[in-house]
C-alpha cells in the first residue's frame, strides 16, 4: 500500500520526500524486510515439514506406497502412448479393419392355390469396423458425461463382432367367395444377437491377465458401464394380419387391411447382472449406470381401408382414397432395485425412469392417388396425404452394441422415442416406346416430404447413442429412370437430385441445451448421385455388364458452422463390372468386381488451407464377388 502511494518517489533518491523524511524511508524498509524474513521462514519450515525423512523414504522407496502409485501412473502413460502411436500408424496406412461379414440364408416353402407354408433362417456374422479419427472425432461431438468411454473404446476395445440368427415361421390361407378375395396370415419370428468385444487388449489387465488399478476415473466408468464388453439381445415376435378386397362394380373396389403384433425383447449383458441385483457396490463411481431396462415390448395395431374408383367409361382415370390408423404401445421393464435414490443413499437423483414406464402413440392418416392413363405409351400418376411411422424395436432398444435405448426425454420423466409423422407428395411421368430403333421406357418423378420428430441416431445419453426425435427436415428433388434396350445390348441410366434442409435441437433440459432450432448438414445424402449401365447379353444364359457410378459430394458430419463443423468429401465416379450366367431355369451364377481403379479409399476431405484428412470410416475399395442362386 505504501509503495502504490509514494509511486515512483520511492527510488528517486532525488526525490524532495526522502531528502526531508530520511527517518521515514528507513522505517519503511525495515518493516518490508520484516515481512519478507517472515515469509522466507514460513516456506523454510514447510519444506522441513514436508520432506522429512519418512516421508522421504514411502517418496523414493519401492516399497512405500506412494512410489507405487507413481509406478503405476507411468506404466498408465506408456500405455497410453504405445496406444495412441497404433492409432496414428493406423491413420496414416489408411486401413479400415474388420470390414468383413459372413452370411447365411435358407428358405423352404410350400403353397397350393389356398395355403401357404414357409419357413426360413438368416445367420449374419459380422465385425463392426473402428473409426480413423479415434480422439479426434471424441473432442467434436461426444457428450461430456461419455467422452472418456469413447477414447477407451477406442483403445482397449478392438475387433468387436456381432453375431444375428433369425428364425421365421408363416402360415397363409387365401380364399375367393364370389365378389371378395381375401386372406390371413400368422407368423413368428425369434431373433438373437450377439455382441462381443473380443480383443480387450491390455485394459484391465495387464500381459497376464492380472487385474491393473488404472487410477483414472474415466476408466472406472468404461469398466463399470453396461454393455460394453458384451451384450446379447433376444426377441419374440408375433403377427397376424388379415386382408382382402371387395368389387363394389366394375368401376370400384375396396379394399382393407387389418393388422396386430406383439413383441417381447429381453436384454443381457456385461455389469446387467450385478446392476440389476445390487444396491450398493463402492466400485460404482457413476451411480447413473444403475439405472437401465432390461426387459422390453411392443404392442403395434395397423387398420387400412382403401377405395379404388375407375372415373370414366374407358378407364383412363383412378381415384384412390385411402385412410389408415396406427397404434403402439411400448412398455419398458427394469428389475433394478435403484430408483429414486443414489447408492450412496442421497435422496435426490435423477428419476430418469421406473421400473415399468409405458408409452402409447396413435394417429390417423390419409392419402389420395389419382392415375391418368393418356395411352399406351404415356401415364401421369400423383399421390399426396400424410403419413405416420411407428417405430422397430432397434430404435427403440438399440442394439446392445453402441446402440443403447434413449435413458429419458427429460430429467424428470421418462419416455421413449416418438413416431416420426408429416406430409408427403409425389408427381410422375410414365413413357415407354421406340427411340433410336430400341424398347425404351422411362419414369420421371418430382418428390417432397416435410418430417417432424424426425428419427436420427445421436448422443443423448450416458455414454452410448440413440435414437431421439429431436430433428426435423424437409426435402424435394428429382429422380429419373430410364433405358434402351435393342436385340443383345441394352443401356440403362438413373439419376437423382436431392435438396435437404435439416434441423435439430438440443433440449432445454439438457446441460447447454436451449431448445432452439439450428440448421445442420444433411449427412451421407449426396446432392446427385447417377448410375449409367451397358450391358451385352449374346444369349438369354449369358450377360456381362459395366457400369459408373457418380456420386456427388456428402458430408460426415452434421455441424454447419462453428469450431467443428464438418467438411464435405470430394464427389467420385467409380467403374463396376460383372457376368452372369443361368445355365438352366434353377441355377444362376453371378461373379463381379465393383470399384475397379481402387478409387474409394483414396478419398480424403479438404478441410482448407491445403490440408486433408481422412474419413471417418473410409468407403470400401475394390471389391470381388460371387453369388450362387438355386430355386426348387
Same mark, same amino acid.
Given at each position: 500500500m505504501l509503495t502504490g502511494k509514494l509511486k515512483d518517489a520511492w527510488n528517486d533518491n532525488s526525490s524532495p520526500f526522502f531528502t526531508?523524511?530520511?527517518?521515514? =524511508?528507513?522505517? *519503511?524498509?525495515?518493516?518490508?524486510?520484516a515481512e519478507v524474513d517472515k515469509k522466507t521462514n514460513t516456506e523454510i519450515e514447510k519444506i522441513k515439514n514436508t520432506y522429512t525423512p519418512d516421508r522421504l523414504k514411502d517418496r523414493f522407496d519401492p516399497s512405500g506406497e506412494n512410489y507405487k502409485k507413481k509406478e503405476n501412473d507411468l506404466k498408465v502413460s506408456q500405455r497410453d502412448l504405445k496406444e495412441y502411436q497404433e492409432l496414428e500408424k493406423a491413420k496414416a496406412e489408411r486401413h479400415r479393419k474388420y470390414n468383413d461379414r459372413k452370411n447365411v440364408s435358407s428358405l423352404i416353402k410350400w403353397q397350393n392355390d389356398n395355403w401357404m407354408v414357409k419357413a426360413s433362417y438368416n445367420h449374419i456374422n459380422r465385425h463392426l469396423p473402428d473409426p480413423l479419427w479415434g480422439g479426434e472425432k471424441v473432442a467434436g461431438n461426444a457428450h461430456? #458425461?461419455?467422452?472418456?468411454?469413447? #477414447?477407451?473404446?477406442?483403445?482397449?476395445?478392438?475387433?468387436?463382432?456381432?453375431?444375428?440368427?433369425t428364425y421365421d415361421v408363416m402360415l397363409q390361407n387365401r380364399q375367393q367367395n364370389g365378389r371378395l378375395e381375401w386372406g390371413w396370415f400368422v407368423d413368428y419370428q425369434h431373433q438373437n444377437k450377439k455382441y462381443r468385444a473380443e480383443d480387450m487388449r491390455s485394459y484391465p489387465y495387464d500381459e497376464n491377465g492380472n487385474f #491393473?488399478?488404472?487410477?483414472?476415473?474415466?476408466?472406472?466408468?468404461?469398466?463399470?458401464s453396461v454393455l460394453r464388453e458384451w451384450s446379447e439381445y433376444t426377441s419374440n415376435k408375433y403377427n397376424l394380419q388379415m386382408d382382402g378386397s371387395y368389387k363394389l362394380s366394375n368401376r370400384q373396389i375396396l379394399e382393407f387391411q387389418a393388422n396386430y403384433s406383439y413383441e417381447k425383447l429381453g436384454i443381457d449383458g456385461s455389469n446387467m447382472d450385478e446392476i440389476l441385483k445390487t444396491k450398493d457396490h463402492p466400485d460404482f463411481e457413476f451411480w447413473t449406470n444403475w439405472q437401465i431396462r432390461n426387459r422390453f415390448e411392443q404392442k403395434i395395431l395397423n387398420l387400412q381401408v382403401?377405395?379404388?374408383?375407375?372415373?370414366?367409361?374407358?378407364?383412363?382415370?383412378?381415384?384412390?382414397?385411402?385412410?389408415?390408423?396406427?397404434?403402439s404401445t411400448i412398455i419398458g421393464h427394469s428389475d433394478s432395485p435403484n430408483f429414486y435414490r443414489k447408492p450412496d443413499g442421497g435422496s435426490q437423483a435423477f428419476r430418469w425412469f421406473h421400473p415399468r414406464d409405458s408409452q402409447r402413440d396413435r394417429k390417423g392418416t390419409w392419402q389420395l392417388a389419382l392415375k391418368k392413363n393418356v395411352n399406351d405409351n404415356l401415364t401421369f400418376r400423383m399421390t399426396g396425404g400424410t403419413y405416420y411411422r411407428l417405430l422397430n424395436m432397434y430404435e427403440i432398444a438399440g442394439d446392445g452394441a453402441?446402440?443403447?435405448p434413449m435413458p429419458t426425454d427429460t430429467w424428470e420423466k421418462a419416455s421413449f422415442p416418438r413416431p416420426e409423422y408429416g406430409k408427403q407428395f409425389d408427381f410422375s411421368t410414365l413413357w415407354n416406346g421406340?427411340?433410336? =430403333?430400341?424398347?425404351?421406357?422411362?419414369?420421371?418423378?418430382?418428390?417432397?416430404?416435410d418430417t417432424d420428430r424426425m428419427l436420427q441416431l445421436r448422443r443423448k445419453g450416458k455414454d452410448f447413442w440413440c435414437y431421439t426425435n429431436d430433428s426435423r427436415g424437409k426435402v424435394h428433388g428429382i429422380e429419373l429412370q430410364s433405358g434402351l434396350k435393342w436385340k443383345h445390348v441394352s443401356l440403362d441410366l438413373d439419376a437423382t437430385y436431392t435438396k435437404i434442409k435439416a434441423q435439430q435441437k438440443i433440449d432445454?433440459?439438457?446441460?447447454?441445451?436451449?431448445?432452439?432450432?439450428?440448421? #445442420?448438414?444433411?449427412?451421407?445424402?449426396?446432392?446427385?448421385?447417377?448410375?449409367?449401365?451397358?450391358?451385352?447379353?449374346?444369349?438369354? =444364359?449369358?450377360? *456381362?455388364?459395366?457400369?459408373?457410378?457418380?456420386?456427388?459430394?456428402?458430408y460426415t458430419y452434421f455441424e454447419s458452422s462453428g469450431q467443428n463443423k464438418g467438411y464435405p468429401t470430394p464427389s467420385i465416379t467409380v467403374v463396376?463390372?460383372?457376368?452372369?450366367?443361368?445355365?438352366?431355369? *434353377?441355377?444362376?451364377?453371378?461373379?463381379?468386381?465393383?470399384?475397379?481403379?481402387?478409387?474409394?479409399? =483414396?478419398?480424403?476431405?479438404?478441410i482448407g488451407d491445403g490440408l486433408y484428412v481422412n474419413s471417418e470410416y473410409p468407403i470400401q475399395g475394390r471389391t470381388y464377388y460371387a453369388s450362387i442362386r438355386y430355386e426348387f
Open positions: 526531508d523524511n530520511p527517518d521515514a =524511508k528507513a522505517e *519503511v524498509d525495515d518493516k518490508i524486510y461430456t #458425461v461419455g467422452l472418456p468411454a469413447d #477414447v477407451y473404446d477406442a483403445f482397449w476395445a478392438d475387433s468387436k463382432k456381432q453375431t444375428l440368427d #491393473v488399478d488404472w487410477g483414472d476415473g474415466g476408466r472406472s466408468f468404461w469398466e463399470n382403401q377405395d379404388t374408383i375407375t372415373l370414366d367409361k374407358k378407364a383412363t382415370w383412378f381415384l384412390t382414397p385411402s385412410w389408415r390408423f396406427n397404434s453402441g446402440i443403447l421406340k427411340l433410336l =430403333k430400341s424398347d425404351a421406357y422411362a419414369t420421371l418423378t418430382y418428390f417432397w416430404r432445454s433440459h439438457i446441460p447447454g441445451g436451449d431448445g432452439e432450432w439450428f440448421d #445442420v448438414n444433411a449427412t451421407y445424402q449426396p446432392k446427385w448421385e447417377g448410375n449409367l449401365r451397358l450391358s451385352y447379353f449374346p444369349s438369354p =444364359k449369358f450377360t *456381362v455388364f459395366g457400369e459408373a457410378h457418380y456420386t456427388d459430394t456428402i463396376n463390372a460383372g457376368i452372369k450366367l443361368q445355365p438352366n431355369k *434353377v441355377w444362376q451364377l453371378t461373379f463381379g468386381c465393383n470399384d475397379i481403379f481402387n478409387r474409394n479409399p =483414396k478419398m480424403k476431405i479438404s
